[in-house]
């Protein structure tokens, strides 16, 4: 389902929306509501000898499948401290030397509801690697080169968008 199907009605007055234009704009109340993106913050964590970690999800969307840690920022945070966060939580890892890479807009398909998301990617290291571990959402942990990665095993396009920053070449 696609958010503006879950806007049938004006949330204020409750009046039928009548249309699909985003903005949504209630024609009975004037209510205002914008479409905009959610936020995800995900980083290549670089180990000294050049190898990245990639998780592997254990959730839908892409259940299998290559992707980096990170995750949504909840309100109120910096994309930064979203990722700090999100690195935490789903590898018990403390991210250092963070630097932006790139941004890619993506969808994100959770409980029949597809959201649009703008992902921001960065490259970091992390201290002490060695006591990285799968938490929470992660199935499995594999530090492979970035430039041996099979685009084709990244969970999301955005991912791939990622990779081919990272590594120079052209994206996809």
């Known amino acids: 389902m696609d958010p503006f199907r879950l806007f049938a009605y004006c949330p204020r007055c409750g009046i039928p929306r009548g249309t699909r234009e985003a903005p949504f704009r209630c ?8 479409f905009n993106p959610a936020v995800a913050a995900a980083a290549f964590l670089l180990a000294p000898d ?4 990639f998780i592997r999800r254990a959730k839908e969307p892409a259940r299998g499948k290559l992707a980096l840690a990170g995750g949504f920022v909840d309100i109120g945070e910096t994309a930064e401290g979203g990722l700090r966060r999100e690195v935490r939580e789903e590898v ?3 991210v ?3 630097r932006f890479l ?3 807009p993506n969808v994100y398909l959770y409980q029949g509801v597809t959201y649009p998301v703008l992902d921001l990617f960065f490259v970091a290291t992390a201290g002490a690697i060695e006591s990285a571990r799968a938490l929470d959402g992660v199935a499995g942990l594999e530090w492979i080169p970035p430039g041996e ?3 084709g095993e990244l969970a ?6 990622a990779l081919s920053a990272l ?3 052209p994206t996809p």
């Open 50 to 53: 050049g190898r990245g970690l």
């Open 149 to 151: 990665v099979d685009p």
């Open 27 to 34: 024609a009975g109340c004037g209510f205002l509501y914008y």
């Open 102 to 104: 790139c941004s890619s």
């Open 156 to 161: 999301f396009p955005s991912l791939r968008v």
């Open 96 to 98: 250092e030397n963070l």
């Open 92 to 94: 018990g890892l403390e």
């Open 167 to 169: 590594l120079g070449r």
